[in-house]
């Protein structure tokens, strides 16, 4: 993943990063395929997840050594994933196929195990190979029509046709074919490409903003440091807004308010009368809570709109929470881990994805780590959204690759559904995205500052967001049901 390295033009390696894993696979004996894809896989996300390894020894105030263990369980985890590939490939290629059909089923293979990784066990879709590809717009434009999953599948198509090659199981007829159908399918996504990139079918453009105050997370939650967090957010507001009189949207991270917002309060008051003088609506975010019937307390991670005209409080609550961070999965088999982990909250998920509207504004929120889940911006679009945001506080991950990958992915769900997005994180990096994944406007890293564009709002539905990424899953899965069961009836 090319922003693991925080270097743009390595993405384009991943038009044949895959060749040498296909090339072990194919060379090994059927009974040490899933050994290779499993160190590959620990190889793998040990290098792209590294940083999670100071992030859970500093906030989950556990021993680094303890912290690397956790995290080497997490990769090993993830590592299965490739094995099963690796192992279900090496199955496949016993009973001699034809090429054409190893490539279709090792990338539906691929796609169907990339799948699964996004809804197992909550969910990590981090490091999805397409993601690769985020700050390449020409080449991601076609996931308005299949996602990432779509782009993904000709990327391992086209490294599954080198590996090949390079293993020498291809004839020159095959050979000629493959290189044919390479140039048509890349003049399809450069002339496609390149016709989405020339839009500008925006309609309503409003001057919008990122703040991003940069607040330490040493001082974040200490109520002596809250009247100074709301002054540097209302100072950054006010200074966007005097460098641009049009302002009408400005965005503020998640958790930026380190108070019930909700509750009447002075500081409270001087938000609302920000919005109110300097006639702007602002998304904010802030824990809130909630009271069960039986009077308990339940608390929620929020964002809230406010604007010169709303009289009552507008929030959007996270539906997709931290597992192991903001809860504790699966209930008591794993409360016994809460004493090792002393950060981790007690939050419960919200459960709509309706916009927030107010103005001329229906604003799609994805709070933090949804931001990497396709499936809840398509839902808000869905729902009317005309503009998407992302609230997030990345401080947690320090100066570590984490913040850029982090911020890379939500470029798929601007392309994806084809709305401007505004990402705002506390620490950076915050950017304004357009519909075609163009990053218009970026912060830089622990730096107090605000981002300023023009952004449109759209209210077209692209054939992803109305028919999602699931047809073109089921071609992948028929296709490797079919591979699975040609393989085992072969065998007997």
């Not at 889940?373 to 398509?378: L, Q």
């Not at 401080?395 to 798929?412: E, L, V």
């Not at 084809?418 to 990096?429: F, P």
């Not at 023009?454 to 692209?462: C, Q, R, V």
Request: one cysteine or more.
């Amino acid at each position: 993943m090319a922003s693991c390295f925080n270097f743009k033009e390595l993405g384009l390696l991943s038009f044949l990063a895959l060749v040498p894993l296909f090339l072990a696979v194919f060379k090994s004996k059927k009974e040490k395929a899933k050994l290779i894809g499993f160190i590959w896989g620990i190889t793998f996300f040990s290098l792209l997840l590294w940083w999670l390894v100071p992030t859970v020894s500093t906030y989950g105030a556990i021993h680094i050594s303890i912290s690397c263990i956790v995290i080497l369980c997490l990769c090993c985890y993830l590592a299965i994933y490739p094995a099963l590939w690796a192992h279900f490939l090496k199955n496949f290629l016993v009973i001699r196929p034809s090429p054409f059909f190893t490539i279709l089923f090792s990338s539906s293979l691929w796609i169907i195990l990339e799948y699964l990784r996004q809804k197992i066990l909550s969910g990590f879709p981090w490091g999805f190979i397409s993601y690769s590809l985020s700050t390449h717009p020409l080449f991601i434009q076609t996931a308005d029509i299949w996602g990432i999953y779509g782009i993904g599948f000709l990327l391992l198509a086209l490294n599954a046709f080198i590996a090949l090659f390079l293993n020498k199981k291809l004839d020159k007829n095959f050979i000629i074919k493959g290189i044919l159908l390479t140039a048509i399918i890349s003049f399809f996504l450069f002339f496609y490409g390149q016709i989405r990139l020339d839009e500008k079918n925006d309609t309503g453009f409003f001057w919008g903003s990122a703040v991003q105050a940069s607040i330490d997370q040493s001082q974040k939650w200490n109520p002596s440091y809250q009247d100074f967090t709301v002054n540097r957010y209302i100072e950054l507001t006010k200074k966007a807004k005097e460098k641009k009189k049009g302002l009408k949207l400005v965005v503020w991270p998640e958790t930026s308010m380190p108070f019930y917002f909700q509750d009447d309060s002075i500081k409270r008051k001087r938000v609302l009368e920000l919005a109110q003088k300097e006639n702007l609506y602002i998304l904010l975010g802030s824990p809130s809570y909630k009271f069960t019937d039986e009077g308990k307390i339940r608390y929620l991670n929020s964002a809230y709109l406010i604007g010169p005209e709303i009289q009552r409080l507008k929030r959007y609550d996270k539906q997709h929470l931290v597992p192991f961070g903001e809860y504790m999965p699966f209930g008591a088999l794993t409360s016994w881990a809460r004493s090792f982990l002393p950060t981790a909250g007690d939050f419960i998920s919200g459960k709509s994805s309706i916009p927030l509207s107010a103005g001329p504004f229906k604003i799609g929120v994805m709070i933090c780590f949804e931001s990497i889940f396709p499936e809840i911006s398509r839902k808000e679009v869905k729902e009317g959204a005309n503009i998407l945001s992302v609230i997030t506080n990345d401080a947690w991950f320090g100066r570590t690759p984490a913040p850029r990958q982090h911020a890379d992915m939500a470029i798929f769900r601007a392309v994806e559904t084809r709305r401007w997005l505004i990402r705002a994180a506390n620490t950076g990096i915050s950017r304004i995205i357009s519909p075609r994944g163009e990053v218009i406007s970026e912060s830089r890293l622990f730096n107090p500052e605000f981002i300023l564009s023009k952004i449109g709002l759209k209210e077209d539905i692209t054939f992803y967001v109305r028919f999602g990424p699931y047809w073109f899953l089921a071609i992948n899965f028929l296709i490797v049901i079919f591979g699975i069961t040609k393989s085992n009836l072969k065998e007997k």
